[in-house]
């Protein structure tokens, strides 16, 4: 699309905007009623972006913790209640809904030329669900005999015994289950039903295959663990004899069911950050994606064969030795097509003129800690090596590349990329540059040397570790401090764009997807005429 054309869009405003549009109500009302998939996505953002917040005020008090041994700000009773609630707010209520909640919802019809979601009421709902989840295991924190210290994986028979109030963090953990379920079933269903005349799967972006991926795994997932919370409060309440050995149950089997769920999210986590990165990557390539199919079928690969890896988190736990080969292999399997991924994306920018922005440099930082994240996967995933560092500081590390260096890092990566289509301005490129290089450089600073601490044996969630711990834990502390120094540049340079110190610009990067041929910030209902779709998504 050229810029004449865009230009001439803009004159013809017609419609009002999703930002200026007006339902039956005003104000927050207006927000919190209406079923515009746009403006969920940005209730979503805005609720993940605060609990994200407080989960990171409560790692940095955790990090300050552990800058010597001994206690510094805190005993270990409360160190255990932070942990896990720092665990839970991040897991259920950033990194799990996620890419997926936020920007699924708002590009997910205009990438596939629709006007909404299938299910729009149903959309609100799980934000709705989303909230009162978050409310439920809020309140678990003030009732009952303190937080609960079970850490957010509720490992029975420990999860059954203490006196602290699981009952109410599961609850809510199983309330934003169904959230997530009702998201991944609107996601499916739109894209069967609402892709645009001309639109063949194969001429879908591959965020929407990304998201198609996690749309299964969240509807076919997420009933295992809702299942499995229901058990731990039965067990709690009525003491059936699911999980607890001294009633008759097994707490293996408890870890069987939650990680029969808990692999799988980490795709759930995983997937949609890697599809927003595949949108960024042609984008600033400015040439087309390099092997759309492999993509395609290594996004699929990865949510079937997701399933069938789960027993690595269990290789301690006193399987028989054949299942915990097959679940090393299989796991060493599933690590192949992200290797794919990442081996598409640098080909994609083999030979390209690469256009070096923000966006960019994002989904590069992306690339190059999730690869450090997959790596000591490799680690965790072979049993010799697993026995040595499991339950130490070099899990800690590995899931923090993983879940904050991977969907984290895709997360900000596709805020820069579309911030400038949602809300029709443009931030300060060099402070935004700024901000992740401080950002990077605190990141690695705060959790590599948690590889090493593990290497040498420093168990995780303690408050307290031996002297010979001392040197890695202040550089990882200082890490720690450097890193929210860029987290607090990146956030005010972007309120300060939406506050209105940006340029207008419909679109700033040149980009060939669909979001990128309608005025910024999109109409009401995304298209005054639904396009009709003649190539494929990234043709340059
Ligand atoms: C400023 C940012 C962050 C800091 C300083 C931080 C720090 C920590 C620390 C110190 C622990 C406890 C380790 C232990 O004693 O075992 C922890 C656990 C954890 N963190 Fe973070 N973290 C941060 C961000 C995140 C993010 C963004 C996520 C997810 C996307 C995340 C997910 C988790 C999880 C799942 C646990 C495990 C909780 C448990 O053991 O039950 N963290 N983090
Ligand atoms: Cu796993």
Redesign the pocket.
């Known amino acids: 699309m050229s810029k004449q054309h865009m230009t001439d869009f803009n004159n013809s405003h017609k419609e009002p905007n999703y930002l200026e549009y007006r339902g039956k109500y005003k104000g927050i009302l207006g927000w919190i009623t209406s079923t515009d998939h746009k403006r969920i996505g940005l209730l979503y953002f805005y609720s993940m972006m605060f609990f994200?917040l407080a989960?990171?005020v409560m790692?940095?008090l955790?990090?300050y913790e552990?800058i010597s041994p001994g206690e510094q700000i805190m005993g270990a009773q409360t160190y255990n209640g932070l942990?896990?609630l720092?665990?839970l707010t991040?897991?259920f209520l950033?990194?799990i809904p996620g890419v997926a909640a936020v920007f699924g919802n708002f590009f997910l019809p205009i990438l596939i030329g629709a006007k909404d979601v299938s299910f729009p009421r149903l959309n609100l709902m799980s934000w709705y669900l989303y909230i009162i989840g978050a409310i439920v295991v809020l309140i678990s924190q003030f009732i009952g005999d303190g937080p609960p210290d079970t850490?957010?994986?509720f490992y029975a028979p420990y999860s059954l015994k203490t006196n602290t109030n699981v009952v109410a963090a599961v609850t809510g953990a199983f309330i934003l289950g169904f959230s997530s379920i009702l998201t991944g079933l609107n996601f499916i269903v739109t894209m069967h039903r609402l892709r645009a005349p001309g639109m063949g799967w194969l001429r879908m972006p591959l965020f929407g295959w990304a998201l198609y991926g996690t749309g299964w795994i969240q509807l076919l997932a997420t009933p295992v663990v809702g299942i499995t919370f229901l058990m731990v409060i039965a067990e709690r309440l009525l003491g059936i004899g699911f999980f607890d050995p001294a009633i008759g149950g097994d707490p293996i089997l408890y870890q069987h069911l939650f990680w029969i769920y808990s692999h799988p999210a980490v795709y759930i986590m995983i997937l949609p950050a890697m599809g927003a990165i595949t949108e960024i990557i042609p984008t600033f390539a400015r040439k087309t994606i390099f092997g759309y199919t492999a993509i395609v079928i290594s996004s699929m690969a990865i949510a079937f064969v997701g399933y069938f890896v789960w027993g690595h988190h269990m290789f301690t736990s006193g399987m028989s030795s054949t299942s915990r080969w097959v679940f090393s292999l299989l796991t060493f399997l599933v690590a192949i097509p992200s290797a794919i991924k990442v081996f598409n994306w640098t080909a994609t920018l083999y030979k390209s003129s690469i256009n070096l922005q923000t966006p960019f440099y994002w989904a590069i930082a992306f690339v190059f800690v999730f690869m450090i994240g997959g790596f000591s996967g490799l680690v965790l995933g072979s049993l010799a090596t697993d026995i040595h560092v499991h339950d130490t500081a070099f899990v800690?590390a590995h899931?923090?590349y993983i879940?904050?260096g991977g969907?984290?890092f895709a997360f900000f990566g596709a805020l820069h990329y579309w911030f400038p289509k949602m809300f029709a301005k443009v931030y300060n490129f060099k402070v935004a540059n700024i901000g992740l290089i401080v950002f990077f450089i605190g990141f690695n600073m705060?959790y590599f040397p948690m590889f090493y601490l593990g290497l040498l044996g420093m168990p995780?969630?303690?408050y307290d570790y031996l002297p010979m711990f001392h040197s890695a834990n202040i550089l990882s502390t200082v890490g720690?401090w450097i890193?929210?120094t860029g987290l607090l540049i990146i956030i005010i340079n972007l309120i300060r764009a939406r506050k209105g110190s940006g340029k207008e610009i419909d679109d700033p990067w040149d980009g060939k997807t669909l979001e990128w041929t309608i005025p910024s910030p999109p109409i009401v209902e995304n298209f005054e005429q639904i396009p009709e779709v003649k190539h494929g998504p990234y043709e340059y």
């Open positions: 994200f989960g990171v790692g940095l955790m990090k552990l942990f896990t720092h665990g991040m897991i950033f990194v850490g957010w994986t800690v899931f923090h879940v904050f969907t984290g705060l995780r969630r303690y720690s890193m929210a």
